[in-house]
């Protein structure tokens, strides 16, 4: 069965951190890529950073050098750090593979809100 869990998020003013976790189950997350998504209000979802299996990781621009992504092979986890936040951070975010299948099953995700 697939399965995705997110947690980590809150309520954060600007230039405080976050650390997301999603727990994957092995059928999505073994010997694949993973990635972190976020949807603003009104908008789509975008991409925001992504791991290979073998730990080669990828960011969006707008969130280079504030976020780090990794992942733990062992327990089917991945993780974003995310440091010095704005105000534009601010959206629900998902982890799922890198990039999603089209038929690709999304979790509840965890809400990121960032404060001026």
């Known amino acids: 069965q697939e399965q995705l869990v997110e947690s980590g998020g809150g309520l954060v003013q600007a230039g405080g951190s976050l650390r997301l976790s999603c727990a994957a189950s092995?059928?999505?997350?073994?010997?694949?890529?993973m990635g972190w998504y976020r949807q603003a209000p009104g908008k789509q979802r975008e991409w925001v950073a992504g791991?290979?299996?073998?730990?080669?990781?990828r960011y969006a621009d707008s969130v280079k050098g504030r976020f780090t992504v990794s992942r733990d092979n062992a327990n089917y986890m991945v993780y974003l750090q995310m440091n010095n936040l704005k105000p534009e951070d601010t959206g629900v975010y998902y982890c799922?593979?890198?990039?999603?299948?089209?038929?690709?099953?999304w979790g509840q995700g965890t809400q990121v809100t960032v404060s001026s």
């Open positions: 791991i290979t299996s073998v730990e080669i990781s």
């Open positions: 092995g059928r999505i997350f073994s010997g694949n890529a």
């Open positions: 799922n593979a890198w990039p999603p299948t089209r038929q690709a099953t």
